[in-house]
């Protein structure tokens, strides 16, 4: 009965979700709330944090095929089908929020080698073809050849996993313009956060819909748990570094987008989504009831989920303070505006690429088996 009325609510968002696409594909941006001061929202920041899903959960694929963690030794396959459906997910987001859809493949055949961007691409490019592959092999009969391939594919990807999140990071840096963004730690924020949310939603994942409950299902929770709670703690430590030290300084210029993002209109994203319901409340379920899979379960999903916010907290923040003193109020115009809420059709269409997410692992789960109940065989 669960399981139907679960199917109901998804076929609701995804029906939903395609009102919202077509929308998108035959008139363009009308319906979305940013403009020409915020000309990103909710599209781009569901790009950074569905890559850094991808990102993390590729990175703890690597413990299984590269370093042969024997505790992790079941969700390997796991991990790198929802890295893949992850890296779906961010392409079609960005894909959405881009002016002219139809000229994604300008950035191969007209290459520009010191756009930041245009590097980001590339080895998204990269790194998707070699997720197909390890994807394929993984689900192939095991033998020493396709062992030692995936462990090579695994080492190659662990520098292009780090390059390419950290390339994000770096694409924020390097716009010296806006000093909220322009720090030397957000390569490394975003590979931890990557780590953080990755290792996270692969919690929630095993701890929830692993098929066979059982002491060594139990044993597997805990030690995913042991180290989701030691990300979100390495991560947040980076996070109050990222954030006390310029408040700390007390240049303008340093502190008003972090002034907005803890007192502004919206400061219940960091004080309550973020920093309450992503990571006291998950932390202090692992520390008291990392043994229960339920409890565990639960605490993956809230610091999965809610590190959204994290994201949204990086990308509006750093637009909504002006450049130039006093240009909000110069012109009066919906498009000329600091004050950005994401507007129904955004979520509509971040509905239908949840959806579509959601639909693909359950493809992958009826015709692969992604839960790997048998022992793994190590490469």
Request: glycine share 10%; net charge positive.
């Amino acid at each position: 009965m669960g399981k139907k009325i679960g199917w109901g609510i998804w076929l609701v968002i995804f029906i939903v979700g395609l009102i919202g696409v077509g929308q998108r594909l035959t008139q363009g941006h009308i319906f979305a709330n940013y403009g020409s001061f915020i000309p990103w929202g909710l599209w781009v920041a569901a790009y950074i944090y569905f890559i850094g899903l991808s990102a993390g959960a590729f990175l703890l694929s690597s413990l299984v095929f590269v370093f042969n963690v024997k505790q992790l030794e079941k969700i390997g396959r796991l991990a790198l089908v929802v890295s893949l459906i992850a890296l779906i997910m961010a392409l079609l987001s960005i894909w959405f929020d881009i002016g002219h859809m139809g000229r994604f493949w300008y950035v191969f055949v007209y290459p520009n080698f010191h756009s930041m961007m245009a590097w980001m691409i590339w080895l998204y490019t990269a790194y998707f073809i070699l997720l197909l592959a390890e994807v394929y092999l993984v689900f192939k009969q095991p033998t020493e050849k396709r062992n030692k391939t995936l462990k090579i594919l695994g080492a190659l990807g662990i520098p292009l996993a780090i390059a390419f999140h950290g390339g994000v990071g770096a694409l924020f840096a390097v716009i010296g313009a806006r000093v909220y963004w322009h720090s030397s730690l957000f390569p490394i924020l975003f590979l931890t956060g990557a780590l953080t949310s990755g290792g996270a939603l692969l919690l929630a994942v095993v701890a929830w819909l692993w098929p066979e409950k059982n002491e060594e299902h139990r044993r597997l929770v805990k030690f995913l748990a042991q180290i989701t709670l030691g990300l979100i703690a390495f991560d947040t430590l980076f996070e109050w570094a990222e954030i006390s030290v310029p408040l700390w300084g007390g240049m303008a210029e340093h502190t008003s987008g972090l002034q907005l993002m803890l007192f502004g209109p919206f400061w219940w994203v960091f004080w309550i989504a973020h920093l309450f319901l992503g990571i006291i409340l998950p932390a202090g379920i692992l520390l008291t009831k990392s043994d229960n899979p339920r409890w565990a379960g639960l605490a993956g999903a809230l610091a999965a989920v809610f590190f959204m916010t994290v994201r949204l907290n990086i990308v509006i923040p750093g637009l909504a303070v002006p450049i130039i003193h006093g240009i909000d109020d110069s012109i009066r115009s919906p498009r000329l505006s600091t004050f950005y809420v994401p507007s129904l059709h955004e979520w509509m269409v971040l509905g239908f690429i949840v959806a579509l997410g959601i639909l693909l692992f359950a493809l992958a789960e009826k015709f692969m088996g992604v839960f790997n109940t048998k022992k793994e065989v190590r490469v």
